[in-house]
């Protein structure tokens, strides 16, 4: 693979309603889209990091920094072979994963589009349909957001997760259970809470969620292990694993019962599907977690959770859970049987509406060889 050129554009999308974790609420969705051609093949990438580094520590302009400063350079510098090279090419950058998978994305879109297979298919996908949740963010009130997660059941998602933080849980969780009667529920604290926080999620456990995730620390394993031996509910980890290494790791103290899987948490696909044959070596289901992507981060995904052990439903919505206007065409759309179609057309398998790039870009620079 030459790579000829690199362009990225730092954009911005409002969301159709304002999404509020433990670590704040997001209105509008600022990322970075990368454009990479190589022998004449173009593939997209998008970048998972926010404005503000609330999730993890990479934002958009660290990531913009990484790229333009370190990774782009090492990728003009010499061919590449194969997208599953990316991460040793990028070994002398230490972390910035959420930059990596930046562009290892586009290479793949590449790679798959020379191969003349979808993305799904060129990865060893077995689905043609995957199947998708919804994640609602903290409301306004218990009440409120008993209503919103009927809505969603009602537009037919058939898993339901809660955002939870210190003083909207317990009853919050309780609403949604009763709103949303025996479809599956779960919760999702983003690392808001302390293990003197046990007898809180042990009330929990009467609920009977699909899972408890990230309840601790972002940085920590060891204690989400001294909560699970405490509980019933699996606990699933988002923010702390950050390579198949960590999943190895936190699956074999019995931190965790399973793990959402992102590939901008990890460093790109190629982690990503060695941390998901890791987890299914320990007998241990994934689900793909998402981070409120346009539909170029969303066409990944969809690819990625089709592989086989990605058993559980994923954070991917349909595109107008998002953005009123998605970036690409076919906007996705939620199946009858709460899945998203993966995309069977060559690469990513979408086309982006470059009208509406434009419109949402606020900064480009592009990079030759
Ligand atoms: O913790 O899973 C998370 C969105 C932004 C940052 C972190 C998370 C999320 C979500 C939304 O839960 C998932 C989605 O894209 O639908
Ligand atoms: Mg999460």
């Known amino acids: 693979m030459n790579i000829e050129s690199i362009e990225l554009r730092h954009v911005r999308v409002s969301l159709v309603s304002p999404f509020e974790t433990s670590f704040g609420v997001t209105t509008d969705r600022e990322t970075i889209i990368a454009r990479v051609v190589a022998d004449g093949v173009t593939g997209w990438g998008e970048c998972v990091a926010d404005a503000a580094p609330g999730y993890s520590c990479e934002t958009v302009t660290t990531a913009w920094h990484i790229l333009r400063d370190f990774l782009i350079p090492e990728l003009l510098r010499a061919p590449l072979d194969d997208p599953r090279d990316t991460p040793v090419r990028f070994r002398r950058v230490r972390g910035h994963n959420m930059a ?6 586009a290479l793949w879109d590449i790679a798959a589009q020379q191969a003349g297979l979808s993305l799904s298919r060129y990865l060893g996908g077995v689905r043609e349909r995957v199947p998708v949740g919804v994640s609602i963010g903290i409301q306004p009130s218990s009440d409120k957001l008993a209503e919103t997660a009927r809505r969603y059941c009602e537009a037919g998602y058939r898993r339901i997760k809660i955002k939870i933080k210190p003083g909207r849980d317990l009853a919050d969780a309780r609403a949604a259970r009763q709103a949303v009667g025996d479809t599956p529920l779960m919760i999702d604290a983003n690392s808001a809470y302390t293990l003197a926080d046990a ?13 408890i995730e990230q309840p601790l620390g972002y940085d920590d394993i060891y204690e989400h292990h001294k909560l699970q031996q405490q509980l019933s509910t699996p606990i699933c980890l988002d923010e702390s694993i950050h390579s198949a290494a960590d999943a190895r790791f936190a699956l074999e103290i019995g931190a965790c019962r399973i793990i959402n899987i ?10 990503a599907i060695a941390a998901h044959y890791v987890c299914r070596q320990a007998g241990a289901p994934v689900w793909c977690g998402g981070m409120l992507e346009t539909g170029i981060g969303r066409a990944l995904n969809v ?11 994923g954070d991917l919505s349909a595109s107008n859970r998002y953005y009123r206007l998605d970036l690409i065409d076919p906007p996705f759309e939620l199946n009858p049987d709460s899945t998203l179609s993966v995309p069977a057309g060559p690469g990513l398998g979408v ?5 509406r790039l434009d419109a949402a870009t606020l900064r480009r620079e592009t990079f030759r060889r």
């Open 199 to 211: 007898p809180l999620f042990q009330q929990m456990d009467a609920l009977g969620l699909l899972m």
């Open 100 to 105: 990596k998978a930046t562009l290892e994305a």
């Open 303 to 313: 690819a990625l959770a089709s592989l086989p052990n990605f058993t559980l439903p």
């Open 351 to 355: 086309t982006v509406i470059q009208d």
């Open 262 to 271: 992102k590939q901008g948490r990890v460093g790109g696909l190629t982690n």
